[in-house]
């Protein structure tokens, strides 16, 4: 079997904003589907081979919610299938069904309406292990607090340098007309706000926010008839460390899943020295420590992520910048939309198209996302511009 190149050739999204009350989930969807198909310049209903939509029925608080996905993303009486994990992950299984030859354009669709949910703390706490939930816990995140200390112990890391990230990330967001929950921070007023989970402070934690993205996939062979806008997927890769709410395998201050998936995902690109090789990162930082934990795993952190950031190694206009979109910190939190809306504003970037956050000579980009509690799934993908 001859050697498949895989691109993405359209991008569409709606909302970006912590309520989208005008529209429902159903209607997001339509809405992005219809710019995506425009941006790719494919006809859903002739050209799209298979569908597939990332979403969870906790989330939507509809059982089967699945049933609702065909009829606004062009996929009714066509394959369509559902994936209950991160929107990076369906984009791995686009990129395999691509590869593997069982279709040539394959369109991925995740949203995230949390404005809608009457109580996201009760989906957390249901998602827990059975024995944790016994407890009471008051807040069912707590786990991103122990996991932000054991960073720290092992790391080298001060809670100075967890109040940066959110600092350069929420302060980069002023730039970035996606992301609703930018804000002009100090280090001394995130430090000197009470804590949520100790040791972070709300300015150190991601707020929610509504939005519905699609992206379209497609064969080298159909990207090139249908378009001229070519992003390539050099590799991708993802793994679980543990799931069910099981916290008694995790590794404290560590993301396994994170530095399995990077591996598997920089085999495939030919990635032997990825800070050198490509030239800027999207990756997860719903919590402050998220971040430079994600660094050290991701392999793009020597002699430490902590000690890079305070030499502004990572900052926009650094040696190497992350989450020049300002991440989810200023973005906000989109559910399983996460990871795809990580991807979209790293397709922005190498296509020029990043406006105020764009960086110069782009020409690829690691984009890496983490499900969330208590699933520690991670997800890895290395992209690049002709």
Not at 200 to 209: G, S, W
Request: glycine share 8%.
């Amino acid at each position: 079997m001859s050697y498949v190149r895989v691109a993405v050739i359209g991008i569409g999204y709606y909302g970006f904003k912590p309520s989208v009350p005008d529209l429902s989930f159903r209607e997001m969807m339509l809405e992005a589907a219809m710019r995506a198909y425009y941006d790719a310049n494919v006809d859903a209903r002739r050209d799209i081979d298979v569908f597939i939509s990332c979403q969870e029925d906790f989330w939507e608080g509809i059982a089967i919610s699945n049933e609702f996905a065909p009829e606004p993303i062009g996929g009714v009486l066509r394959p369509t299938m559902t994936i209950t994990g991160d929107g990076l992950q369906c984009i791995g299984q686009a990129y395999m069904i691509i590869k593997s030859g069982l279709a040539d354009i394959v369109a991925v669709e995740a949203h995230a309406k949390p404005s809608d949910i009457e109580s996201i703390q009760e989906i957390y706490e249901l998602s827990l292990d059975p024995q944790v939930r016994t407890l009471n816990i008051a807040n069912p995140l707590f786990q991103a607090g122990l996991d932000a200390i054991a960073y720290m112990r092992w790391s080298g890391a001060r809670r100075e340098h967890l109040a940066m990230i959110a600092v350069k990330n929420r302060s980069r967001g002023l730039l970035n007309p996606r992301a609703s929950h930018a804000s002009k921070l100090s280090l001394d007023m995130v430090l000197n706000s009470k804590p949520v989970i100790y040791p972070l402070t709300r300015f150190e934690i991601a707020d929610y926010t509504d939005v519905a993205i699609n992206i379209v996939l497609a064969s080298e062979e159909k990207a090139r008839k249908f378009t001229e806008k070519h992003i390539w997927i050099d590799g991708i890769w993802w793994s679980t460390e543990v799931g069910s709410g099981a916290i008694e395998w995790h590794e404290w201050g560590r993301m396994p899943s994170l530095r399995l998936a990077s591996r598997e995902a920089y085999r495939q690109a030919g990635l032997s020295n990825p800070i050198n090789q490509t030239d800027f990162a999207e990756v997860e930082d719903r919590f402050s420590y998220i971040e430079l934990l994600a660094l050290e795993e991701l392999g793009l952190a020597p002699g430490g992520a902590h000690r890079l950031l305070e030499s502004g190694f990572y900052d926009a206009n650094g040696s190497y910048p992350v989450n020049p979109s300002g991440g989810s910190l200023a973005v906000g939190l989109t559910l399983e939309a996460t990871g795809l809306w990580r991807l979209l504003e790293a397709i922005l970037q190498l296509r020029g198209e990043a406006g105020g956050v764009q960086l110069r000579d782009a020409r690829r980009a690691i984009v890496a996302s983490w499900r969330g509690p208590p699933t520690y799934t991670s997800t890895v993908a290395v992209i690049s511009k002709e």
